[in-house]
């Protein structure tokens, strides 16, 4: 069998299916998954300290500080070591240059980023027909899928809601601090690891991008 690349970033714009794809990635290859964003609102949600210090930011369409970032991710990794597929995270310069030196610590790296690409439009479109479930990290779409705010979240139950940031207001934030702040991060991996990065339309049907993913993630390390 083709090794499997376990260090893999995913980049990308809000709603262009980070979290879809790293779920069926997870799912696939028995990578752990890890959303800064899913972290971030599970503390939230149950209103820890770090949750309140991090309300602020997210629901503006803020980022939360790199350090608070850094920090969420650190204990991660402590708890769960260096296998990962991290959908959200680096999301800034100075967080790709921590991930790059504590897996120097580790004498690893990573094996994988792969960026999503998708016009403000479709982000736009996406994000407004979105609904959440706050529990298992699940998305969908009221018009694709009929669920509404309030039903029971078809994968585990939990009550589905529209999340704080996923509104008009919030957006323009988002798509700003996304251009301003995360498509550096891609710029310092074209100048770093050039040969890792890779560029998916993530306009296409969630089963293509799956299938290009999945060959980037068996193949990787065979052409390097
Ligand atoms: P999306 O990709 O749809 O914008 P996420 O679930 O990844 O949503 O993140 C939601 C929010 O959580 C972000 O808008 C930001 O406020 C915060 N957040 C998530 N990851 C990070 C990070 N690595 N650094 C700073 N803030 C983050």
Redesign the pocket.
Known sequence: MNPVNHRIVLL?????G??TQADRLADCFLIPHV???????SECSRGTPLGQE?DG??????????E??VR??TAWMKENGPRFIF??????VG?AEYLDSSLAELRAGLDLIVLLELPDELIRRR?LE?ISCLKCGATFSMSLHGNQEGSPCPRCGALLVR?N??TEA?LDQ?LE??RDLTLPVVGYYEKTSPNLLHRIDAGEGSDEIFARLSALVVDQKDEG
């Open positions: 990308g714009p809000p709603a262009s980070k979290g959303s800064t964003g899913a972290l971030l609102r991090a930011w997210t629901s503006k369409g803020l980022l939360v500080p790199d608070l970032a969420i991710v959908d959200g995270f680096p999301r800034t967080q994000i979105r999340r940031d996923d919030a988002r601090v996304y």
